[in-house]
């Protein structure tokens, strides 16, 4: 092997390691922010005030699931639209916290029926 021809090897073989270098940065940085995002979004969910639930809304969910009953899949769990039905439902009922939504219907009713 000629000195020109150890050289160019040489050249592409450092440009090699620079291109994976290059390549092994960006995946770190980006795993990071991924990881980041993640974090972040699970943070802004949690700091959502949790739902208070009073005798009367309790009563009146199950009162409400059951006449809707035939809505319910095998499973004994409803779809999004009866789970906001009734937190329509119930919204007159709320005697504190934040207003129930569809997701804490559906959070309540499963706590409910694996007691």
């Given at each position: 092997?000629?000195?020109v ?9 450092n440009n090699?390691?620079l291109?994976w270098a ?10 990071h922010f991924t990881v980041?995002?993640f ?7 949690r700091?959502s005030p ?6 009367e809304e ?7 699931l059951?006449?809707?009953h035939a809505?319910?899949g ?16 119930i ?6 916290g ?6 804490s219907v559906?959070?309540k009713?499963?706590s409910?029926v694996?007691?």
């Open positions: 092997m000629n000195l021809s150890k050289m160019d090897y040489q050249a592409d073989l090699q390691r291109i290059s390549v092994a940065s960006l995946a770190a940085s980006l795993s980041e995002s974090i972040s979004s699970m943070a802004r969910q700091s949790l739902a208070s639930w009073n005798d309790t009563a009146a969910l199950i009162q409400f059951h006449t809707n809505e319910a095998d499973n004994g769990n409803f779809k999004k639209r009866t789970y906001n039905a009734a937190a329509e439902h919204s007159g009922l709320l005697t504190s934040p207003p129930k939504t569809g997701e559906k959070n009713w499963t409910y694996s007691v």
